[in-house]
């Protein structure tokens, strides 16, 4: 490859990364709290990137440390699990830095000595194999890596590390532009996809050529800078020099040292000598010019002195930092000056010099060497600041002592450096300085001068307001306040003058998002077109409804309440019956009766043709039967149906075994039989006669059971037509114990109450759920942890119907985390139940973000927790909050969730009746559980204090015999944890061109050491035939294994002589096994146990076809092992709509080749024969209107329509689609239905695409679908009809879609444990299938195990409040219609954040933060000093979606700035020119579509072809005003946080994060200079010591990006939490990250292609942002129109327009 080939290639690579940048997704990297997702870090992108810090200064090693120990454990705190890999080669970019290779290499040392991380320095490059080897053996979830280096060099190197990760399947995520909350961290992922997988096959030549050149280039680098210094000496010399010094030194101080002592002294001799040698060198070359050696010698001799000065004042400063704790470095001033330049080439040579020290530092390997201060080896801030003090003040008469114990150890170290240098003598220690060059540049002012900063009144503006004085009453009297007359008490904005302006009424107070949510149908209208549109809409519920579950529908009438009867205790019926009661019970007698001879009569119809098909095919006569079996309920008609089958299925197992030899047994016979006598043992003991128990032993004896046979009857009796030889014949050759689970397993039967509860009708209820119906029954909460499908949601509909009875006033909410879900619950409630209610109230209503309808006026609300949050903080909606009895939380671990977290938990503190909290995963439901009950003590005791019953209102409205239930504060935690089904795991891979599975046993996915450190995980349960594999195993691995015997299945105590195991058998089985697992770990036999894990792993599967082209033989071949109906997840929206329609595309082919020319052909012909009949019809129709009905006429027109209908058929026929070439049932729903469903979608974005692939029997589902969209899918597939389903996580939030099978066919960073298991829940419909199957397809193995084993994650609280939030809070409080309930709700919500429950100190820094926030309220004029609503406080609360754009937003209204702009075309029109809009849409696309895109990005030389792609910056006016309302809230915030800093912990703050290394100590006092250096405290109140040392100070804090770390992290907030809005966003390496014009760009030209092909964004999520932003801006316009009253506002018709021509273009779409 020739040099010019080599640059385009690269240039290549770098291209294919930057056009997956703006692809990239801003992504939480932390989805679960637990231990599975391990990752990578690359080492020296973490270098590069924190380096380029801005608040760190160069040379401050120690703040360096402190940066990237600050990151690393906040990756940890959030629970990730990662090594830090260096390469080899990755050093080889530093050698044009000198400065950086003794700071990388101390980096890797401290890592690998002082902190428990993974570092990996063994590979040499990311081409190497063992790489290759140690990703496919680790498998991390991501690599992360910077995108750019320190110079092109390094950046290279990146590019190679990101395209070979992506080409082994593994994910990249960007080190820069990374950003961090409490919970989550933010990153850029660029996903490994197809593009990039091929890019490296087709070029792996060509890659690892270029690769080579590169590293020869660096390697010339390295050369070229090590000859500048050293001249002759090469790289090995130079090693050798160092080997030698530090021998010397071993033998100099043969007691040991500290690193920092050590490399002080060697570093500086050996920096000596080389700088010797470097004169030397220089004066041979010149003397060759014949110069005057004398004064050529005597310069020598200067320049000599001079860096023997340096290396002085350079073991000063060591000393200095061996005897200063950091909280006296901190106050150290702050040196601006530069080094003088004709010092640098000695500094290099000081830097290589370190780094050869550094790099055989293991030569000290069996010496006594402390190496804790790695990560503190030298300050170059403090040499600066002793070189200033030898050079000026010294100089200019200051003499100050050094103190004893310093000067000593100074001594000791420059006697060493003395002794080490050996080839000539250094000068003495003493003076310091003996020459008079200048170390450091002159400039104008060379102390950074922190006192004077202006640091603003730190007072806070009084208040007098109870609520306030409640909450945070305790800390207010520590607090500094402001006197009445002070400047920024009377400055406080007058809103009245703005209004008067313009004749506006800010104050007046705005509909809210009730108000203005679309109304799907006007309640009151009585119109008859309304409606109609009311009738189609509740049939179509019904219709949905009952796709969901067939629960025929309840008539509930209200009931007065009679206090709790107690199920549990068994009345006595006959003792109190009155008459009629008696004649009830002989009616039901009677009805029981004739149901029972109908279904008599019905068997003895039916039974012949069954018993005849059970002889021609028992499997397909036993499936009839079985389906007779379900629908009849009378037990003496099922007793005499098995029965027969019992003797079907004897006379088959005969016949195989007489005609058959041993080898070819069929036994799923033995299985039907085994089924049949489970059933009638276990379901009618009662019924069986002697004879019936002879047949079940006989049948026993044939399958060779003779065990369980003599426990049910003599042998002699059944044994009597069978000679004991031919026995052996029919046995199945293994024990009945063995049989059953391998071969039963799915059939064993549950272990199930009997006794009904009178209290539900349609089943027989677990002892659990009977305790979530007593929870209901008794008022109480409960949190309900449960698997997906166990029945969970039964409670709810129980909790429904209690509070439809009790009257016609109480409400229940049930909130959904999503628009599906709740669409789904909708339907249900409407299918279940109907209730006669007055006029104008509705049974059940709805209230979204999109629509509502009956919200307020109904009983049964299903909604969402943003919405329902609104109406809680409603000042006006009290009256009906306090109607509601009940609130249902659904998927209620969405309290740990990304986003709206912070929502479910204001529900849950603001409520005051009892609620139901449903999840299938949470992992610590006790914390929950408990904070929950602290909730419930508050409430307790405020309705204690205001001693008034809160329902008074409710209850007086309700009817005189109305029975009020006592109020209960109780928290119930119920936990139920066996599935329905068991699961089975299956690993599908792809070898020559073809799919194939393997059975993936669950306990492949542990590892002896997890086991041993968390046990066996509590939800990794075992099928029977995995718990016989288990044992199997175990019993092959260890051959004196001395419980075998016992736990021989035939043997176990828990199956032995069983002739039905059932469920729970198999399962205290299994927990024996696993327990016996535990104990040879435990007990020195994990050998063994590694053995056995291995052995059941299969065996590594890696696809190495192309997984997109086989995806759909996958779905063929599931087809074919009938395990569809199969839900497939992706986690990408294009792939999930790309796999859908490469299925139909399959099947279209496959139709294709199977049709024939002549079909074609055919079709063609009718075609044209239908278009000729349907011309003569019409025809025929002119002439008969004009000829009056002639009635031969009328037989011709007849016949043409005959024919007509005729030739229709014929088409139809011919163009039907076979049934191999579609996966629909056209059995499971009527074509009036299906034609019903597809009506509904016909207008919608994507209705056409997903009716034509429904009509193959395929669908996909996904968040960016209309909700018709996603019903459509939904309905089919629960109705059997689409059988195929490609999907997002979206899918596994609650939507009831189960199905048999669910195969995760993308890997991808959301694939986590928390999604797995609700993904993989849906898998077996219960009642329908005992099995469910979960198939992995393009899954790594280690990714595999990472998932099954993983714990789901902890709800951990959110940071609960935000500016937006107090303002909403403060508008209840002030404005609520009941004050004293209102304010006890909103100091609910700010007492229980569950981030401060048991944290006092974090409940501390909430009331600051409080404080913080009320006083920018007020100094923004939006909250008097009596907390009450002025301005427009009431806009910026309507758009708290949008905090801080709302603020922003109504500053530049206040200001003006949109009059200034929205001035229309003529003088008095109504009309905005483009360029206005235009404008506007900059401006808003600023504030509300703020999309970052990757820094790199803005270099890329791609084309753009409709869209600009990149965001402009706001016009100058909005700018500058942007920038002064910054200023002002970051002094504000910065004047919040010197407040805050009084509750950091200092002890903390003195230590490294991660390693723990203490700074403390006792401050050096006997020296006058250490304490003339370090003496400036002023400034250092709110900074970390650490960034103290970069001369960072409080000043800093006022400045616009500051980073995180500076500020005192242990006071728990930074300043994510300030409400600013940057215009520039700079990334961790100080770049600018660009913002998305989206928003503008389709504003322009209207086309989503555009933004697809330019702006890089999916269709769906393009969509969604689209609609989200035009929804922002009607809420905008609307509200403007609220609070104008001049009809012709410019601002109010200029965003009256925008709203409306955004939305026609969006329509449009």
Known sequence: ??????????????????????????????????????????????????????????????????????????????????????????????????????????????????????????????????????????????????????????????????????????????????????????????????????????????????????????????????????GNLKWKHMMDEACETISLLKQLWPEGSDIRRVLCVSSCSLSLRMYHHFLENRNKTISDQNTDIQEMESNCLNMMQEMEDLCKLHCLSVVFLLHSPLSQRACARFITSHWAKNIQTFLKMKKWCEYFIL???????????????????????????????????????????????????????????????????????????????????????????TSKENIPNLGFIPMSCELVDKFVGDILKDLPFLKSDDPVVTSLVKQKEFDELVHWHSHRPLSDDYDRTKCQFDEKSRDPRFLRSVQKYHVFQRFYGSSLESVSPKVVVTQAVKPKSNFSVPKNKKAHETKAEIITRENKKRLFAKEEQKEEEKWNALSFSIEEEMKENLNSGIKNLEDFL??????SVKFRVEMVALTACLKAWKEQCRGKGESTKDLSIAVQMMKRIHSLMERYPELLQEADQQLIARCLKYLGFDELTSSLYPTQVVGDDIKEKKMDKYSVGMGPVRFQLQYMGHYLIRDERKDPDPRVQDFIPDTWQRELLDVVDN??????????????????????????????????????????????????????????????????????RDYRHDALNCQVLITVPACFEILLLSPHRQAWVKRIRYVIFDEVHCLGGEIGAE??????????????????????????????????????????????????????????????????????????????????????????????????????????????????????????????????????????????????????????????????????????????????????????????????????????????????????????????????????????????????????????????????????????????????????????EKSHKNPRKMDQRLIHEAEHTNL??????????????????????????????????????????????????????????????????????????????????????????????????????????????????????????????????????????????????ELRGQFPLSITLVLRLMLLASKGDDPEDAKAKVLSVLKHSLLSFKQPRVTEMLKLYFLFSLQFLMKQGYLDQEGKLMGFAGLVSHLHYHEPSNLVFVSFLVKGLFRNLC?????????????????????????????????????????????????????????????????????????????????????????????????????????????????????????????????????????????????????????????????????????????????????KHGSLTGLVQDNRMNEGTAYELLKDFALTIRSISVSLRELCENEDDNVVLAFEQLSETFFEKLNQV
């Open 1 to 230: 490859m020739g040099l010019e080939e080599h640059m385009m290639f690269l240039e290549k690579m770098s291209q294919l990364i930057m056009s997956a940048l703006p692809k990239a997704k801003h992504s939480s990297l932390f989805n679960d709290f637990v231990e599975s997702e391990f990752f990578l870090i690359d080492g020296d992108s973490l270098l590069a990137t924190c380096i380029c810090e801005k608040s760190l200064k160069q040379g401050q090693q120690l703040h360096f440390f402190y940066v990237i120990e600050c990151y690393l454990m906040d990756l940890i705190s959030k629970g990730g699990q990662f090594a830090i890999v260096f390469f080899k080669d990755a050093e080889y970019a530093y050698f044009s830095f000198p400065e950086l290779l003794p700071l990388r290499t101390a980096f890797i040392l401290h890592l690998q000595h002082n902190t428990t991380i993974d570092v990996q320095t063994e590979f040499s490059g990311c081409l190497s194999q063992g790489w290759k080897s140690f990703l496919e053996d680790s498998y991390p979830y991501y690599l992360m890596v910077a995108d750019e280096g320190l110079n092109h060099l390094q950046t290279q190197l990146f590019n190679f590390l990101i395209i070979q990760s992506w080409s082994i399947k593994i994910n990249v995520v960007l080190s820069s532009g990374q950003t961090s909350n409490i919970l989550r961290l933010y990153a850029y992922l660029m996903p490994s996809t197809c593009t990039n997988q091929t890019f490296f096959k087709e070029n792996k030549k060509k890659i690892e050529n270029a690769y080579k050149i590169l590293i020869k280039q660096l390697q010339e680098c390295r050369i070229l800078a090590l000859e500048s210094l050293f």
């Open 359 to 449: 790099s055989n530092i293991n030569i000290f390997e069996f010496w006594n060497l402390n190496l804790i201060h790695l990560c503190d080896l030298s300050d170059e801030l403090l040499l600066k600041n002793i070189a200033f003090y030898y050079e000026n003040e010294n100089v200019e008469g200051l003499h100050l002592n050094l103190g004893d114990v310093i000067m000593k150890d100074y001594e000791h170290l420059w006697n060493t450096v003395s002794k080490l240098v050996r080839k000539f003598s250094v000068g003495k220690p003493f003076p310091l300085r003996t020459t008079k060059l200048s170390f450091l540049e002159k400039s104008p002012s060379p102390i950074k001068d």
């Open 630 to 635: 379900k629908s009849c309920k009378s037990n």
């Open 779 to 848: 008022n109480e909460s409960a949190v309900i942890v449960a698997p997906t499908s166990s029945g969970k949601t039964y409670a709810s509909y129980y909790c429904m119907e209690k509070v439809l009875k009790e009257s016609n006033e109480g409400v229940v909410v049930y909130v959904a985390p999503t628009k599906a879900l709740v669409n789904q619950v909708a339907a249900t409630v409407h299918s279940r139940f109907t209730k006669n209610l007055p006029n104008g109230e509705a049974l059940c209503g709805v209230f979204t």
């Open 903 to 1184: 929502v479910w938990e204001h529900l849950l503190v603001m409520i005051r009746c009892p609620f139901l909290a449903l999840s299938a995963t949470i992992s610590n439901p006790e914390h929950l559980t408990e904070w929950l009950q602290s909730v419930k003590h508050y409430w307790k005791q405020e309705d204690n204090t205001t001693g008034k019953n809160r329902n008074a209102g409710y209850c007086a409205s309700s009817h005189k015999d109305h029975f009020r239930m006592k109020e209960s504060y109780k928290v119930r935690l119920v936990l139920y944890g066996e599935r329905y089904n068991d699961l089975e795991k299956h690993i599908c891979s792809i070898t020559h061109d073809d799919i194939y599975f393997d059975h993936f046993h669950p306990c492949a996915a542990l590892t002896t050491d997890h086991i041993e450190k968390y046990g066996f995980p509590s939800d990794l349960t075992l099928s029977p035939r995995e718990t016989i594999q288990l044992y199997d195993t175990m019993f092959q691995f260890w051959e004196s294994w001395p419980r075998a015997q016992e736990l021989d299945p035939e043997k176990s105590i828990h199956c032995k002589n069983k002739i039905v195991i059932k469920k729970l058998d198999a399962r205290k089985y299994e927990e024996s096994l696993k327990a016996e697992l535990t104990s040879w770990i435990k007990n020195g036999h994990a050998e063994e146990a590694k053995m056995v894990l291995r052995n059941l792993s299969p065996d590594s599967v890696f696809s190495s076809g192309n997984t997109v082209k086989m995806f759909p033989l996958l779905v063929e071949k599931l087809r074919k092992m009938e395990k569809l109906p199969a839900l497939f997840f992706l986690f990408n929206l294009g792939d999930v709509e790309e796999r859908a329609l490469s299925v139909r595309t399959s099947l279209e082919q496959k139709q294709a080749e199977k049709r024939s020319l002549k079909a074609d052909k055919e079709a063609h012909d009718v075609t044209n024969k239908l278009r000729k009949v349907k011309k003569s019809i019409e025809k025929q129709k002119t002439i008969d």
């Open 1208 to 1353: 229709l058929r014929t088409l139809e026929k011919n163009l039907e689609i076979p049934q191999e070439c579609t996966y629909a049932n056209q059995k499971a729903i009527d074509t009036e239905t299906l034609q019903m469903v597809f009506d509904r979608v016909k207008s919608t974005r994507k209705g056409e695409q997903l009716k034509a692939l429904a009509r193959r029997g395929i669908g996909y589902h996904h968040s960016s679908l209309n909700f018709k969209e996603k019903q459509l899918v939904e309905i089919l597939f629960r109705k059997g009809f689409i059988r195929v389903v490609t999907a997002t996580g979206t899918l596994a939030l609650g939507i009831n879609m189960p199905c048999k099978s669910v195969v995760f066919a993308q890997n991808s960073v959301y694939l986590d444990a928390l999604n797995y298991r609700q993904m993989s829940g849906r898998a077996g419909r219960r009642g329908q299938d005992l099995m469910g199957d979960v198939y992995f397809f393009d899954i790594p193995l280690p990714k595999i195990g990472k998932l099954i084993k993983s714990n789901v994650p």
């Open 1463 to 1643: 001035q229309p075309t003529k003088k008095d029109s109504k009309h905005f020119s483009q360029d206005v809009m235009e404008k506007l849409v900059l401006v808003l696309a600023n504030l509300f579509g703020r999309r970052l895109l990757p820094a790199k990005f803005q270099d890329t030389t791609l084309k753009f072809y409709q869209s600009k792609v990149f965001l402009e910056d706001l016009p100058e006016d909005f700018n500058d005003a942007l920038h002064e309302y910054n200023m002002n809230v970051t002094k504000d915030f910065a004047s919040f946080l010197l407040s805050v800093s009084k509750l950091a912990d200092m002890k903390q703050e003195y230590q490294l994060p991660l390693s723990k290394i203490n700074f403390t100590g006792k401050e050096c006092e006997d020296s006058q200079l250490v304490s003339h250096l370090m003496n400036c405290k002023e400034g250092r109140v709110a900074i970390s010591p650490f960034a103290c040392l970069s001369g960072n100070s409080d000043g800093d804090l006022f400045q616009p990006n500051t980073p995180n770390h500076v500020i005192l992290r242990t006071i728990g907030i930074n300043h994510t939490q300030a409400p600013v809005l940057w215009s520039k966003i700079f990334d961790n390496q100080g770049r600018r990250m660009p913002l998305n014009a989206y928003a503008l760009d389709f504003y």
